[in-house]
């Protein structure tokens, strides 16, 4: 039996792959794990019993569960949901949206599949066009998602010192180029792994260079704003018909049912849907029943203010203390945690290098991830990629702090033995 070269791409070892087999590893394993690697938001109790409410509602109407559980929904996704979620964005931001602006897909990962390849790879007319990825590290989950190889260009970012310990990225727009062969430019926002958040001018540049260039501007938004809005500094929520931005239920608490969202023109949903056809026939209805409710009053965005931000930025601040408190003098530095819910940890000239370290911890039980994934179409081996490390810390607090004491011994150990 032999693979495609699709076949043999596609079951190659890779980050994102290592990165779920260490969550499953951790959930499933009959060892102990200290699991600070994955992307599974934490089990905020208010939201918990706020997702279990819209559950028992939907198993009290018979209709409604019926149609959510025993029928295909459209390749587009759930239609009231649409509707609702339209409705919703539009009063709220003002943003000019029907039902046909938007269309569902089974999780984020799969929209980004879709979108990637759609505007990336081999052209009619033989050419090759490229994502451009204007600041890296970037989210490890886009690094393998090309049919096509060499699928991704990507930029180094200026560094910003900002105290003795932390530090924060931006676009470096002097040194970025738009060629001819970028089919579409991609940011994450917050930045997977970085807590990094584009400032708005950051934004509205890029957007600019996408309009002039006419090609879709993309903006992850599976942490950010408007939903769930894991964000701690200023951010504005943008849309428009040259962005393409995507949301998802997963960071809501409703990772396992699988929901991503993606706000465009029509012309780029109706392509999403007639991918989701081809390749699930139609995305599933869990996610949209449960969140229907939620969209149709606005609740979604309250939950996410009152609720769910300030649940990260709490743990995001406590998780600077622990590290600060385990390093001594040891040199670190963490870029500064503007959202989502990872730190970007930096050890300046560490003599392993971060995949060693990753090895060591999880020897110890204690699931990071290593920086050196999160650099997709970066060409030059810039070394700093080899010193960082992305944590999690939306496990329970215990786990982290005890998942930082480890961490810090050692990278104190790698460092006193050179």
């Known amino acids: 039996m032999q693979f495609s070269r699709f076949g043999q791409k596609f079951t190659a070892q890779t980050g994102i792959l290592q990165l779920m087999d260490d969550l499953g590893e951790a959930l499933n394993g009959d060892k102990l794990m200290i699991m600070l690697g994955g992307g599974n938001p934490a089990l905020i109790p208010q939201m918990q019993q706020t997702l279990r409410q819209r559950m028992y509602d939907i198993l009290r109407d018979e209709p409604r569960f019926d149609r959510i559980i025993g029928s295909y929904g459209p390749p587009d996704g759930d239609l009231d949901f649409r509707k609702a979620l339209a409705a919703m964005l539009g009063e709220q931001y003002g943003w000019n949206l029907g039902p046909e602006n938007i269309a569902l897909t089974n999780g984020s990962q799969t929209a980004f599949f879709y979108l990637f390849n759609m505007f990336g790879g081999e052209t009619p007319d033989g050419g090759f066009r490229r994502i451009l990825l204007p600041l890296t590290p970037e989210y490890i989950g ?50 997977n792994p970085t807590g990094n ?53 997963s960071k809501l608490g409703l990772p396992g049912a699988r929901t991503g969202i993606v706000i465009a023109n029509p012309r780029i949903t109706a392509a999403i849907a007639s991918m989701n056809a081809i390749a699930s026939l139609a995305p599933g209805n869990i996610g949209a029943g449960i969140a229907l409710d939620m969209a149709s009053s606005g609740e979604i965005i309250r939950l996410s203010r009152e609720v769910i931000r300030p649940f990260y930025l709490r743990k995001a601040r406590q998780a600077l203390d622990w590290f600060a408190g385990a390093m001594g003098d040891a040199p670190y530095r963490i ?84």
Request: with cysteine; charged share 25%.
């Open 142 to 191: 886009y690094a393998d998602a090309g049919i096509a190889d060499d699928l991704f260009v990507s930029a180094r970012p200026t560094i910003e010192y900002i105290d003795d310990a932390l530090y924060k990225y931006h676009v470096d727009f002097e040194q970025l180029q738009v060629g001819d062969d970028i089919g579409a430019i991609c940011i994450s926002r917050p930045t």
């Open 197 to 249: 958040v584009l400032t708005d001018e950051e934004v509205r540049h890029l957007a600019a260079l996408a309009r002039e260039h006419d090609i879709p501007f993309i903006i992850d938004g599976a942490y950010g704003t408007p939903f769930p809005n894991i964000i701690f500094t200023e951010a504005e929520p943008v849309w428009d018909e040259h962005i393409v931005l995507l949301l998802s239920l």
């Open 335 to 418: 870029h500064k945690p503007e959202g989502a819910f990872f730190l970007w940890v930096w050890f300046p000239n560490l003599p392993i290098g971060s995949a060693e370290l990753y090895r060591r911890l999880k020897a110890r039980g204690v699931i990071i991830v290593p920086g050196h994934y999160f650099y997709p179409g970066l060409k030059d081996d810039w070394r700093h990629r080899h010193e960082c490390i992305r944590v999690s810390y939306a496990q329970d607090d215990a786990t982290v702090q005890a998942g930082i004491r480890i961490i810090a011994e050692e990278a104190r150990r790698a460092y006193d033995n050179g």
